[in-house]
């Protein structure tokens, strides 16, 4: 029967069931409710925000932050001739809050579409490199050959942000 | 959005017209989201022929995939008539005060889930340095076998991500033909169909109310919530498998082993999404063995071993035996990725995934715990491990799965087998609903809400 007290007792029971689960975090005790939450709860108290952001670019910014606009912008100001040597990701790390994984060719043609990229890791295909990304806060420059960037010193810093991190990871042991 | 609309009707249709050709009848909140995916499998196995054949991706073999599909699978026209005869007679659900707010809650999460994969792009790396890149490029070169394969640039950076078994690369590739931007709305769909099929198949073992408590637990689980909408094959290899052995229960549970052909079917589909689903499956055909016992080790039960081996084989080999090896022009080093068997670090993967995975409450809230209560009071209880075909696939999945831990170096515990128990999430909730003890609580709260106690 849809309705009886009965059903109303036992609606009762699910109603508070769901309250529960969904809402009261219990401290580290409900990790439904902390799960939906982070999950769902944000998206949905926010869902009239998210939608005034319409565009696609703007929604894969937003979510991947500078894996997307280096690679992005990497590809607009490359000269045709470049071939552009993809720096070591422990030397992108140390300007990026995110895991810097446009370094990583796949990534950055997911980002940026196919262009002509070496990868660090490359080292047959390296010598072929003739543009080089330097990195400093807040801004990048493609380097090149007599350029005012000395890239002696650029390789050497490559070189010695992987040392760094293999110290790092050393010592973290 | 034309594309879309019409390709899902067509799916539902040829996913309905496979189970009409089984002769599968099972309660119809059961049959309707199960007909969706089964018919999404079919579409995208047909899709995959679209390239074999070198016809080009585009709208129009989207669209003329999921015609033949769906007259394919409605080709059988007796059955398919009768089929359809019974579907639309008078519907049997009895809605309670109680279901409209379970739904009510299950529907605004669904509602949730399908828009945040509509919404966000792709972000997990595996999608994004994989599947996805294929996809991407599949849609603009019109075939799998594209750029990424061979451009200079990906020579000897390509890893295994972009080798994974091909159903989620395909779907990322219909429906970016089909017009949304980052593809992986589809992944809701399956999300939604699957929750939707639990909601129907836990009720075929325990009473609505506690049915309907285990399935939010199940669908609110907070790992596998997360990845109904970040593309991964997880999810979708989870639900195709897990389908597959609840059917395989339902039909156990009803004596209609016509349901076993469409487990057979979406184990097969299992192994479409992910690769390493072949040895699981195996391990889950031994373990049915075993509980069935050489006496009674006939007819249809032999037929379902078989089918299963079959379809599953048919299609691992399908991609990792002919595309990948015959038609793509670069290979994974699989080889190299298999260490072997070692007894000692079997140990050591069991109890890393026992220490690190299955213990974590923050990934599966009450899930294993509910199983391992479940299982012991039941056993003291009732002197019964219960149902016997779910446990044997519950355990020979997980070893399996702490096997592939084992034996390739790259299946990293807190990676690969995390979300390799995704797959035992659903079976765990529909094992616990099935149990004798939940029956007899079932049966006293039936009474109780009749008014007879």
Redesign the interface.
């Known amino acids: 029967m849809?309705?009886?007290l009965?059903?109303?007792i036992?609606?009762g029971?699910?109603?508070a069931?769901?309250l529960v689960?969904?809402n009261a975090s219990l401290g580290?005790v409900n990790?439904?409710a902390?799960?939906?939450d982070s999950?769902?709860g944000f998206?949905?108290e926010r869902?009239d925000t998210?939608a005034r952001i319409s565009s696609?670019k703007q929604?894969?910014l937003l979510?991947?932050v500078a894996n997307s606009s280096i690679p992005t912008w990497i590809a607009e100001n490359r000269r045709a001739t470049d071939t552009i040597l993809l720096p070591p990701k422990e030397y992108a790390d140390q300007y990026m809050k995110a895991d810097a994984?446009w370094t990583?060719?796949?990534?950055?043609?997911?980002m940026a579409g196919?262009?002509?990229?070496?990868?660090w890791?490359?080292t047959s295909?390296r010598h072929l490199a003739n543009a080089f990304i330097a990195l400093e806060p807040r801004a990048i420059t493609l380097a090149r050959k007599g350029g005012s960037i000395n890239l002696d010193s650029l390789m050497n810093e490559y070189q010695q942000a992987i040392v760094q991190r293999r110290t790092l990871g050393r010592g973290a042991q | 959005m034309m594309v879309f609309t019409i390709s899902l009707m067509l799916q539902w249709l040829a996913g309905l017209g496979l189970l009409a050709s089984t002769r599968t009848r099972l309660p119809k909140s059961v049959i309707l989201p199960l007909a969706l995916l089964a018919g999404m499998f079919v579409h995208n196995v047909l899709f995959f022929a679209v390239d074999l054949l070198h016809l080009g991706f585009r709208d129009s073999t989207v669209m003329g995939a999921g015609v033949i599909a769906t007259l394919l699978c409605n080709a059988w026209l007796p059955r398919v008539r009768e089929f359809y005869a019974w579907l639309f007679s008078k519907p049997t659900f009895t809605?309670?005060?109680?279901d409209?707010?379970?739904l009510g809650?299950g529907v605004?999460?669904g509602y949730?889930?399908v828009?945040?994969a509509w919404?966000?792009?792709v972000?997990p790396?595996d999608a994004?340095?994989?599947i996805?890149?294929v996809a991407?490029e599949a849609v603009s070169e019109g075939t799998i076998n594209n750029?990424?394969f061979t451009?200079?640039?990906?020579?000897?950076?390509?890893s295994n991500?972009?080798f994974y078994a091909p159903f989620a690369m395909l779907m990322q590739v219909m429906y970016r033909i089909m017009g949304f931007?980052?593809g992986q709305v589809w992944l809701g769909i399956v999300a939604v169909a699957t929750s939707w099929f639990f909601f129907g198949a836990l009720r075929q073992f325990a009473h609505p109310?506690i049915a309907?408590?285990l399935w939010?637990?199940l669908i609110?689980t907070?790992?596998l919530?997360?990845y109904t909408y970040l593309l991964q094959t997880d999810y979708v290899n989870a639900a195709y498998l897990s389908i597959g052995v609840a059917l395989l229960a339902l039909g156990t549970k009803n004596n209609d082993s016509n349901a076993w052909w469409i487990s057979a079917f979406m184990l097969g589909a299992a192994c479409w999404s992910r690769t390493e689903t072949v040895m699981l499956v195996a391990m889950g055909l031994i373990a049915s063995v075993v509980v069935w016992k050489s006496s009674a080790f006939r007819g249809d039960r032999l037929k379902f071993l078989i089918g299963t081996a079959t379809l599953s084989l048919l299609f691992f080999w399908l991609w990792n035996g002919m595309y990948v090896q015959w038609v793509l022009p670069v290979h994974p080093d699989t080889a190299r990725e298999l260490v072997g068997f070692d007894p000692s670090r079997f140990v050591s993967v069991l109890s890393d995934t026992m220490t690190n995975v299955v213990a974590d409450?923050?990934?599966w809230?009450m899930a294993f715990i509910l199983f391992a209560v479940g299982l012991v009071g039941n056993a003291i209880a009732k002197r019964s491990f219960g149902n016997a075909i779910l446990l044997a696939w519950i355990v020979a999945v997980f070893l399996g799965l702490v096997l592939v831990g084992t034996i390739f170096s790259a299946a990293i515990v807190e990676q690969t087998l995390r979300r390799g128990m995704f797959k035992l999430i659903p079976l765990m909730f529909l094992y616990v609903a099935a149990l004798p003890v939940v029956k007899d609580w079932s049966e006293r709260l039936q009474s109780?809400?009749n008014?007879r106690a």
């Open positions: 849809f309705f009886s009965r059903a109303l036992l609606t029971v699910v109603t069931f769901c689960l969904f580290d990790s439904y902390k799960a939906y999950r769902i998206y949905a869902i998210f696609w929604r894969m979510r991947h994984v990583d060719p796949r990534i950055f043609t997911y196919f262009q002509p990229v070496i990868a890791a490359d295909r | 809605l309670r005060m109680y409209l707010v379970v809650y605004m999460v949730y889930v828009w945040a919404y966000w792009p972000t790396f994004m340095a994989g996805d890149l991407r750029r990424v451009d200079p640039s990906m020579a000897g950076m390509l991500q972009p931007a980052y109310l309907s408590i939010l637990l609110l907070p790992e919530l997360g409450t923050g990934l809230g109780w809400e008014g």
